[in-house]
């Protein structure tokens, strides 16, 4: 800087007015100068006027005086009245000489005044003197002569003449001084005017150089604030100012505050350019790392270390994190504890170290060509509520200016909270992680123990299973046990039975063989006799009877034959004769046999044929009529009152099942009923045993042999069909032989067939099935568990459909409650608490279905009761008001059966099984 | 000193599980090529405890030479692997979510295709299916169903479930916000309830193991309900790479109510649609 003369702004104010009232100072000094000179001037010319006028006066008087005084002395001679006379001739030579000397500048005045002088002097030697002279002399005469010239008087008059011209000679010699004066005195004005301009002129100049010179650095001044201002920030730039003054000092004050301001600038931008940095990292070592190459980078640092406070095993470490420009990861101690070294007094102490004189073995820093020992060692540590919770350490091989230091220790002093909540978050997250990794593990235990419980259900199910199917067996072994005791006994029994019945057997065989032999040997004949009716004496009614009576011991003594053969039969030693048979005839023969039986019984016997029962039937006809027989007079014997119906039918295609197809595609389906006492449904597979009668009590009312149905049964199963029972005590019964067409006879797989076919067709009977599939077993028994004896309330005001739910339901097995409306089921619901499940219409009168499943379910808490909505299909509205009222499911009108029935497994099944 | 000693133990026993379970895993990736190695430790070793308990097999290694020497074995210890617990339906409130709020942008795609990945025994298909269905889109969606797991695959294909669960699964599926009723899509016998083949008609099941296997085509909407969960961390991040991978612009993903992307690396590049159904949705 050049070391200028100060001149500042009052100074050069001040100096501009000195100057300006100097200059007013000489200009008046001149003026009054001249002013003065002017007034002594004319005060010479009115002086010398005035003393020129007197002095001319005086002497014009004092030779008037003289010419008076003369004159009066002259008349009068009296000598006082000369005195005057003397007195002006002394006196005028003075003022004369006065006068003289006044105008010495004036030689042409000088000469007319001489001029003067002499006429005076030549009148006082001419005319003065004489005269008075010769007066005193009274020399009249002379004086005549002298006053007949009176040159006295010429005289007189040149000298007034003289006087004259002198004077307005000296007149105009004042009027031309006066005139110049006047012209004096306005170049005076002029002069103060001209005076009075440069005067201005100079004040203006002054003025405006000052305010030029004051406003110029303050415009440069503020111009360069405002461009500073526009550019936003842009501190590098600086106030130059020419000038010595205050504005310069301003504008280094300003300087030195923009100075301030660009570091505190360069701090903050650096500063948020750190934070900003760090910002979102949610590691400690990825911040230390991202602060420590931050830092390092704005302070020029060439090595930095970054150490996070621990707490292992209860001792407090500072543990290395992150390091800059260190190569392999040798970069200073990992850890340190504090009061430890340098670094760890920095902890201990809380506060900044600096280090500028590096000890000979710290560490060189590295470049790709050298080592260079660092100049400055920074230990910063990082507080946090009073802790140190990091310590930084930096090295630089410049040095570290204070703005850097001051950028460090500003950048640390928020640092720690922000490490303080990395170390929080990174915490967090790792809570966070831990229970996302117990939820997980949580879902994933719940998820095992499930299936876990599904497979421990299952094997608790295949143990049921297991245990049943144990327990079944045991049961069976036990009830084989003691079948096997029991029929150790029944044969022990039998055995001796046996003996007994083979006793009885030929005994009875022979009795009847005798017994009924011979009162049949004369039946047989004498009927015989009769029928021929020889006499003519018998009428044809009559000898009718005699034949039935003998084709009825003929049959009698077939089924004796046929009795002895029953032990063929069972030993399937019997010979079987399939042949035509006369299906129309059918009917005729059996009306022959039993209307006799029944007129006598007087029971109605009504025998009625399809029409579309084939003509020509193939069986053994011979074991066909005798199940017949044996069926229609079981059916007489034990019909006190009503009728016996024999009902032959041919099956339909649709009624065949394959197998049944297979063996043949006629089967006829023969039926007798009665209305008779009626079988109890436990004696059903009994009375099918060879010599069994319903019960004991039977044998003695009606008596009979028990044969009959058995070997019916034997009969049937070798004419390929069968003998089904439908009976109930005291209801009568139906016994229904079906059997097929048999052309080319009877095979023994057909049997088999058959035998399936039997289970097939006799679903719901008891009687004759032994051998039922397994699986079809299990559906049905299933099957009637889930619906059987099921309590199912339908709760619907429309009767038809009540009717339809009704009867299918019923079918299978369910009992059905039915409640018109709402009111009602509820009615229903508080009287029967064993309702299963219900079917709950919505749309109904006094109380809709909404109504009552809110009441079933809230007042009478029945939650888990299945209730199934019956909707109507396009009303979404319905279904989710259904769904709030509490349904567990809903169907949609028309009800599909499949579906309701579909419906009611999945809400009828027991959840456990 | 002496204090530390059955500490030190202990965990040299575990040291030693660890080994064995190692091993094992080890043994059954390279038998059967399914690869457990990185499960979810704790649940796999729980798993061969609880094979261990049923069997009767006193040591993990014992378990090894089972598995290498016992076809049978290793195909049981296999299955015993996949969990595969899954309901119609389950999570009601993720259907509900899914129908209001992913469906609407499925109804622009001409064509769309859902993967499903480990879909167990098809439960959640079957109720997709259904969904679908009821919103009209079935004709156009294509759904793959893949499990790593045969058997369940087998399984997942009939269509048959127990009748015992359907009333769970009604329930759930008028949760859902199911539309008609669900009974329209079964029959039942005693035991089980098959629903109509109709709803297969649009979907493919195919064996796939997330693990070692790619993707397979560019999805609308992947769901993988609860499969993770049985992966380590680091397995898990795989998976979702690969997920994010097969999805397509826009496209949905459908995580397990227990399951969360907020961890994952991935999570940057997806806006959740529903946080609580885990329901995310891949940005552009």
Request: aromatic residues 8%; proline residues 2%.
């Amino acid at each position: 800087m050049l070391n200028r003369l100060k001149l500042g702004i009052r100074s050069k104010i001040t100096l501009g007015y000195i100057v300006i009232i100097l200059c007013l100072l000489a200009a008046i000094i001149i003026l009054n100068h001249q002013i003065t000179s002017l007034q002594e001037e004319r005060n010479y010319i009115i002086k010398y006027d005035a003393k020129v006028q007197e002095l001319t006066n005086n002497i014009e008087k004092y030779i008037l005086d003289m010419e008076s005084s003369q004159r009066a002395f002259i008349i009068t001679g009296e000598p006082s009245y000369l005195e005057p006379y003397d007195n002006a001739a002394k006196s005028w030579k003075t003022d004369f000489n006065d006068l003289y000397l006044q105008l010495k500048e004036k030689p042409t005045q000088r000469e007319k005044l001489k001029e003067i002088e002499e006429t005076i002097e030549h009148w006082i030697e001419t005319s003065g003197n004489p005269t008075i002279q010769f007066t005193k002399d009274n020399d009249t005469a002379a004086l005549n002569e002298f006053f007949k010239v009176d040159n006295g008087r010429q005289d007189i008059e040149k000298m007034r003449n003289l006087f004259e011209s002198f004077r307005s000679a000296e007149n105009n010699y004042t009027q031309a001084k006066a005139h110049q004066l006047d012209k004096k005195n306005s170049q005076l004005t002029s002069g103060l005017f001209g005076i009075l301009i440069v005067i201005s002129t100079i004040s203006i100049i002054i003025a405006n150089g000052i305010s030029q010179s004051i406003v110029k650095t303050i415009t440069e001044v503020m111009q360069t604030i405002q461009e500073i201002a526009v550019t936003k920030g842009n501190f590098k730039r600086r106030i130059h100012v020419k000038t010595n003054d205050e504005v310069n000092e301003l504008a280094d004050a300003t300087n030195l505050l923009l100075e301030s301001v660009e570091k505190r600038e360069w701090l903050q931008t650096n500063i948020a350019d750190i934070v900003k940095k760090y910002q979102g990292i949610s590691a400690i070592s990825g911040l230390a790392e991202t602060f420590l190459s931050e830092v390092a980078q704005k302070t020029e640092a060439s090595l930095g270390a970054f150490y996070v406070r621990e707490e292992i095993e209860d001792q407090v470490l500072f543990v290395k994190k992150a390091t800059f420009a260190d190569g392999d990861d040798l970069l200073g101690i990992n850890s340190f504890k504090i009061g430890q070294g340098l670094i760890g007094q920095c902890a201990l102490e809380k506060r900044i170290l600096f280090y500028d004189n590096i000890p000979q073995n710290y560490r060189l820093i590295r470049t790709g060509l050298a080592e260079m020992r660092p100049q400055n060692i920074l230990l910063v540590p990082i507080i946090f509520e009073g802790e140190v919770i990091a310590v930084v350490e930096l090295a630089t091989m410049t040095s570290f200016n204070d703005l850097q230091q001051e950028l460090v220790k500003q950048v640390i002093e928020n640092f720690g909270l922000t490490i303080n909540s990395v170390l929080g978050r990174m915490e967090i997250v790792r809570l966070l992680n831990e229970s996302r990794a117990m939820t997980e593990e949580l879902q994933v235990q719940s998820e095992e123990l499930q299936t876990q419980s599904e497979e421990l259900q299952m094997q608790t199910e295949e143990l049921t299973i297991i245990n049943e199917q144990l327990e079944e067996r045991t049961k069976e072994a036990e009830s084989k046990s003691k079948e096997l005791e029991k029929a150790k006994k029944e044969l022990e029994e039998t055995a001796e039975q046996l003996i007994l019945n083979s006793n009885y057997k030929s005994e009875f065989l022979a009795n009847m063989s005798h017994e009924l032999r011979t009162p049949l040997n004369s039946i047989l004949i004498l009927s015989e006799m009769l029928a021929e009716n020889s006499h003519n004496n018998l009428t044809d009614e009559e000898a009718e009877f005699a034949k039935v009576i003998h084709s009825s011991g003929e049959d009698l003594l077939a089924l004796i034959n046929d009795i002895l053969d029953l032990s063929k039969v069972e030993a399937g030693k019997l010979d079987m004769i399939f042949n035509e048979v006369n299906m129309n005839e059918i009917p005729t023969q059996m009306e022959h046999t039993f209307a006799p039986v029944a007129i006598k019984k007087n029971l109605a016997f009504l025998i009625s044929k399809a029409n579309d029962v084939v003509d020509i039937f193939y069986t053994d006809e011979k074991r066909f009529h005798q199940i017949l027989k044996n069926l229609l007079s079981n059916a007489f014997k034990f019909t006190e009152s009503g009728s016996v119906t024999l009902t032959i039918q041919q099956l339909t295609q649709q009624q065949l099942t394959s197998n049944m197809q297979e063996v043949s595609a006629d089967w006829l389906e023969i039926t007798v009923s009665d209305t008779g006492i009626g079988i109890p449904k436990n004696k059903h597979q009994l009375i099918f045993e060879s010599f069994q009668q319903a019960d004991g009590a039977t044998v003695r009312k009606y008596g009979g042999t028990g044969l009959g149905l058995s070997i019916c049964k034997e009969f049937a199963k070798l004419l390929g069909g069968w003998i089904t029972l439908q009976s109930e005590e005291g209801q009568g019964s139906s016994f229904t032989l079906t059997i097929p067409s048999l052309p080319n006879g009877i095979e023994e797989e057909q049997c088999q067939k058959l035998a399936m076919n039997e289970v097939a067709v006799t679903v719901e009977e008891v009687a004759l099935i032994e051998e039922q599939p397994q699986e079809k077993e299990e559906v049905s028994q299933h099957e009637v568990e889930v619906f059987q004896g099921k309590n199912i309330l339908i709760v619907d005001d429309d009767h038809r459909n009540i009717y339809a739910l009704k009867t299918a339901l019923e079918k299978r097995g369910m009992n059905i409650l039915v409640a018109k409306d709402g009111l009602e089921s509820i009615e229903i619901m508080q009287a029967n608490h064993n309702v299963d499940l219900i079917l709950m219409d919505i749309m109904m009168p006094i109380m809709d279905g909404y109504e009552a499943m809110t009441i079933i379910r809230q007042q009478m808490k029945q939650t888990d009761l299945p209730i199934i909505a019956l909707t109507a299909k396009a009303m979404k509205n319905d279904r989710d008001k259904a769904l709030q009222a509490g349904a567990s499911d809903y169907i949609s009108k028309p009800l599909n059966l499949d579906q309701l029935l579909s419906v009611l497994r999945v809400w009828l099944v027991s959840k456990g099984s | 000193m002496e204090q530390m000693q059955p500490l030190e133990q202990k965990i040299q026993l575990d040291k030693q599980t660890k080994l064995e379970i190692e091993l094992l895993l080890e043994a059954i990736y390279r038998l059967s090529g399914f690869d457990f190695r990185q499960y979810n430790r704790s649940s796999i070793s729980r798993r061969i405890y609880n094979r261990m308990k049923i069997n009767n097999i006193p040591t993990i290694s014992r378990v090894l030479e089972k598995v290498i020497h016992d076809k049978a074995f290793l195909e049981q210890l296999l299955n015993d692997f996949s969990i595969n617990v899954t309901e119609m339906f389950r999570n009601p409130s993720f259907f509900k979510t899914f129908r209001e709020k992913v469906i609407p942008s499925l109804r622009d795609y001409p064509e769309i295709r859902i993967w499903h990945a480990g879909c167990a025994t098809g439960e959640e298909v079957y109720s997709m299916a259904i969904l679908l269905q009821e919103e009209g889109l079935m004709e156009r969606a294509m759904i793959y169903a893949t499990d790593m797991n045969e058997q369940v695959l087998e399984k997942a294909k009939k269509g048959i479930f127990p009748i015992h669960k359907m009333q769970a699964y009604t329930k759930n599926y008028m949760l859902a916000g199911g539309a008609h009723a669900f009974s329209e899509y079964y029959k039942t016998d005693y035991q089980y309830a098959y629903f109509h083949p109709t709803l297969l008609k649009n979907i493919i099941f195919a064996q796939h193991n997330l693990v070692t296997d790619q993707s397979f085509n560019e999805f609308h909407v992947i769901l993988c309900r609860n499969v993770l969960i049985y992966f380590s961390p680091q397995l898990q991040s795989y998976v979702h790479q690969l997920l994010y991978e097969s999805l397509s612009d826009q496209g949905f993903l459908c995580l397990g109510d227990k399951e969360t992307l907020r961890f994952e690396e991935v999570i940057s590049n997806y806006a959740e649609i529903a946080c609580n159904e885990r329901i995310y949705q891949k940005k552009h």
